[in-house]
């Protein structure tokens, strides 16, 4: 069984992943992380990430392993080095290619086989599991995500204003709503839930009951 989780990024969509896959015994994927770890790599390899070509052949070479709540390029340990601002940004360039989502998304694929999961990230209801049996699309106001965001990034000692990571969302919103492929989208079969007015457990109360209620 798969349950898919798309959505913006800081709409809530990763800890209401890891909440729903707790809650039901499912395993978990972060596809995000994937396209974070190709990102990493190639500033890693000092590639220019416009360079397609080239930032195709590093998704091509890489071998990406997650392991409980570790995250593994090559057996070298990413964790913490792909949750960097830069890393964010180069991500959601690189995730542009479709070179790059090709690789990823075979992976994604090769993840999820034979097993009970929550997959989340942008384009798993849309493109990467078109025939999950639950899909849930979330939002949230632009306003209440850059207030999240700050939040977690206070609490990690970062000193960045609510007003430049609302540029920052914006922007990565825009280039992964505005790709040509897998553009960011809630396929038509997807129930959206607006998290900007629920608590995290009424988030996950609702995406537990609509999955319980399907099995
Ligand atoms: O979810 P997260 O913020 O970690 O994703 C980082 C970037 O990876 C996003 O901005 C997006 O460009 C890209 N991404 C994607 N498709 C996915 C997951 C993430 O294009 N399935």
Not at 112 to 126: L, P
Not at 134 to 143: E, G, H, S
Not at 168 to 193: F, M, N, S
């Amino acid at each position: 069984m798969i349950v898919t989780i798309d959505g913006p990024a800081g709409s809530g969509k990763s800890t209401a992943a890891k909440g729903l896959a707790d809650r039901l015994g499912f395993e978990f994927l972060d596809t995000g992380a994937m396209y974070r770890c190709v990102a990493w790599a190639v500033i890693e390899k000092q590639v220019d990430p416009t360079d397609e070509t080239a930032v195709v052949r590093v998704s091509q070479q890489i071998q990406i392993t997650f392991s409980d709540a570790h995250v593994l390029v090559n057996d070298k340990e990413v964790t913490g080095l792909i949750r960097t601002p830069e890393v964010t940004e180069v991500a959601s360039v690189v995730a542009q290619y479709p070179g790059v989502r090709e690789e990823l998304v075979r992976l994604q694929r090769d993840a999820a086989s034979g097993i009970d999961i929550v997959s989340e990230g942008r384009d798993q209801g849309t493109v990467v599991f078109p025939d999950a049996f639950c899909k849930f699309f979330l939002v949230a106001d632009p306003q209440e995500r850059a207030r999240r965001r700050h939040e977690e990034l206070q609490a990690e000692g970062k000193d960045v204003t609510v007003d430049e990571i609302l540029e920052q969302i914006y922007q990565r919103d825009q280039r992964d709503e505005q790709r040509d492929v897998a553009p960011l989208k809630a396929a038509d079969d997807a129930l959206e839930i607006n998290t900007s007015i629920l608590t995290i457990d009424e988030v996950l109360d609702q995406l537990e009951q609509t999955v319980r209620e399907r099995i």
